[in-house]
């Protein structure tokens, strides 16, 4: 794909988009406290790339004054390395980027505002069942390096990534830290480069969630070799609803979902591009630091 | 030196009927998303082990997934099974293991990662597809305890 100056330029605004967001400490915890003066709700202007895990000991260390550390760790006492975040009754999957957790669940059609993004802490009842655990900043770093890893190996059967020293892998994650954009994309241009002699990445890199449904992930290359030409949104869309239709009949679902891709709203960064936007174009430009494109699709209501 | 789809389905077909000939645990779990191995056991703590096999379309290779829980059902943590485990291993804990979405269930397991299981597989890569697959789940299940009968090593 052809780079402009002005490609860059989105990467680097993309870079640049924040959410604001209020964390409130739930009523059952509130209940809790040993203060007299109850804890004000904390307000955080959050990077869409980055993840929640990386603010929990932020958040832990301003809730910590109002409880007694918990000498017992079982998952059901409250203690704040059971910290877990939730919204409207959903435990946030915060292994995925702040940006697409707000897209799918926060940012539908008909409302008007939902700025800030209202979220619930919980100090108790830390769900294992659902969402991961991130005891340490390490581990949230190999959760990243892992999803990187296994984007690599899509776009270019991981040489790229496999090649890099480790100080590279170790400057992609701080600068993602840091907020330091040209610091990551000076090691991320050549997770976007080509290899084997092609004009394009070996499969994309994507996962496409819808409300209710865990998220799709499937094989896709970009180009089309019999029709020479170059796979859209749309393309991509069409074939990941069909697909998953096909699940849900075999599966023998009472609904199987729409799939029309005009009937959805297609977010990205909290963004429509266009559906006819090259595949291509919006791995190298619209992914995530964790190099995956993460597409929410929004039903639209009539 | 990866597998298709259909070796990875093939080679795990034939295991099933092994261990039933055998009268071992594993069991083949068919679904519209994918089909998988599940082995499940309980150890002499009480420590209830489930090791799920499944296929990577993103790396072409089988991957490990598994949970180790008290009989309460509570999770093992990344720390608890690293101190299961470290005496087996003599590698940074998470380079070897993180916790992630299982890509059927979409709950939470540990896995063993799979970006080093193609440089594994070179070293066999004279041999059957069968024979690859077994060589890849003893080397790999047998840092997370998984026992694995020598029964399926003799054709």
Not at chain 1, 98 to 116: E, K
Not at chain 2, 49 to 69: A, K, Q, R
Not at chain 2, 83 to 105: D, V
């Amino acid at each position: 794909m052809g780079q402009s100056i002005d490609d860059k330029e989105i990467t680097r605004e993309l870079w640049q988009s924040r959410l604001p967001i209020c964390f409130i400490l739930s009523d059952e915890d509130m209940s809790k406290v040993n203060r007299s003066e109850l804890p004000e709700p904390l307000y955080l202007m959050l990077a869409r790339h980055s993840y929640f895990p990386c603010i929990i000991e932020k958040i832990h260390r301003y809730y910590s004054t109002y409880f007694k550390e918990n000498v017992n760790e079982t998952t059901n006492n409250i203690n704040l390395a059971n910290l877990w975040l939730e919204f409207e009754s959903i435990p946030l999957k915060w292994h995925y980027p702040i940006g697409v957790l707000y897209d799918l669940y926060a940012s539908s059609v008909s409302s008007t505002s939902h700025l800030p993004w209202q979220i619930t802490v919980h100090l108790s009842k830390f769900p294992e069942g659902e969402i991961l655990r991130f005891p340490d900043k390490e581990s949230i770093e190999a959760h990243y390096m892992s999803t990187i890893k296994e984007a690599d190996a899509l776009k270019h059967k991981g040489q790229i990534i496999g090649d890099m020293q480790k100080r590279d892998h170790k400057q992609l994650w701080n600068s993602l830290l840091q907020d330091k954009y040209d610091g990551f994309w000076n090691i991320n241009n050549k997770l976007m480069n080509y290899t084997d002699n092609l004009q394009y990445f070996r499969y994309i890199p994507f996962r496409v969630y819808i409300v209710d449904k865990p998220f799709i992930q499937k094989l896709f290359s970009p180009y089309d070799i019999d029709q020479d030409k170059f796979m859209t949104l749309n393309d991509l869309l069409d074939f990941v609803l069909h697909h998953e239709a096909q699940c849900e009949l075999l599966a023998n679902e009472k609904k199987i979902l729409n799939t029309n891709v005009d009937d959805y709203q297609v977010i990205i960064h909290g963004i429509q591009p266009p559906i006819n936007t090259p595949i291509q174009w919006l791995s190298e430009h619209f992914s995530y630091p964790d190099n995956f494109l993460h597409i929410c699709l929004i039903e639209k209501r009539t | 030196m990866t597998f298709t789809l259909d070796e990875f389905n093939q080679c795990i077909n034939d295991l099933y009927d092994q261990s039933k000939q055998i009268h071992d645990r594993w069991q083949l779990i068919k679904t519209p998303k994918g089909t998988y191995l599940i082995y499940s056991f309980i150890d002499d703590n009480c420590l209830k082990y489930d090791f799920h096999i499944v296929f990577s379309e993103s790396y072409s290779v089988p991957v490990l997934y598994f949970n180790i829980s008290h009989l309460d059902g509570s999770l093992l943590s990344l720390d608890d099974v690293w101190k299961l485990f470290a005496h087996k291993n003599n590698s940074n804990m998470y380079e070897t293991i993180t916790q992630q979405e299982h890509p059927i269930l979409h709950r939470p397991f540990f896995i063993l990662h799979p970006c080093h299981t193609e440089k594994l597989l070179k070293q066999v890569s004279d041999q059957s597809m069968n024979k690859k697959f077994l060589f890849w789940l003893s080397i790999y299940g047998q840092s997370v305890g998984l026992p694995l009968s020598v029964n399926y090593a003799i054709d």
